[in-house]
């Protein structure tokens, strides 16, 4: 696997090290450097990259805003000096986040998130039933005090609260500080279904659907009108092949 990616820095210096350190990993392949937000914006308008070395703090434009202008933004792996906007980088689905000065075995690990996160959405794209069924049972999640297992199997819905998920199963329930679209990349696609924005349920969990509601057990879950026809389609389909 091949990994494009671009830097975005205001401090030359500072981009002079990313590019020795991406010129050290195999797989990762440079395309450009930027001094500032607005050119890597003109930039990813006209092409496509997979990842972005991205500082936050930068004129004119921060890494941040880039990031929430950008309509499909490529990975990003933030690079700052400071330690306060660890928060605002999950908002906008960081893969990893560097402090500033960046030693080369802590970008080796970041460059390993990113391939791994590469490697797992290419496995659950486009892939048939038989070989989900063959993957992993269960799923690690990072909660405030360990890491925490959960069988798929047992997971009846998932809530978005803020920056935080929390995993509702048949013996538990976890909060998890990611988003769902990270957490959609470890579940087959086909049993769980994104139905709301704040809402992500197990097919095989639902008991009923009455007036754009779902209900599983005593929860009660609103089918969000963005997702409306989607899941109409998708239970039209599930119906008709019975």
């Not at 999640?141 to 925490?148: C, G, L, P, S």
């Not at 279904?193 to 007036?211: F, Q």
């Amino acid at each position: 696997m091949n990994i494009k990616c671009i830097v975005v820095d205001d401090e030359p210096l500072a981009i002079e090290i990313i590019e020795t350190y991406i010129e050290r990993i195999p797989y990762l392949t440079l395309e450009h450097s930027f001094t500032n937000g607005i050119e890597a914006l003109q930039y990813l308008k006209e092409n496509r990259t997979d990842l972005m070395f991205l500082d936050i703090q930068m004129p004119d434009l921060t890494g941040i805003q880039l990031m929430k202008i950008l309509t499909t933004p490529p990975l990003v792996v933030f690079t700052t000096a400071y330690d306060n906007y660890a928060l605002k980088s999950y908002e906008v689905e960081a893969v990893d986040y560097l402090l500033k000065p960046i030693d080369f075995e802590r970008f080796v690990r970041a460059a390993e998130k990113v391939w791994k996160r590469i490697e797992n959405k290419s496995s659950c794209s486009g892939i048939s039933i038989d070989n989900n069924e063959k993957r992993e049972s269960f799923i690690f999640i990072k909660t405030e005090y360990r890491i925490q297992r959960v069988e798929k199997d047992e997971i009846l819905y998932i809530e978005g609260m803020k920056n935080y998920l929390r995993i509702v199963t048949r013996t538990g329930k976890y909060m998890t500080l990611q988003s769902f679209r990270n957490i959609q990349m470890l579940l087959p696609e086909h049993t769980f279904v994104r139905v709301h924005k704040s809402y992500l349920v197990a097919l095989d969990k639902i008991d009923s659907i009455e007036r754009g509601r779902i209900k599983i057990g005593a929860q009660i879950i609103p089918i969000g009108e963005t997702y409306r026809k989607e899941m109409e389609a998708l239970l039209d389909g599930i119906i008709n092949r019975r």
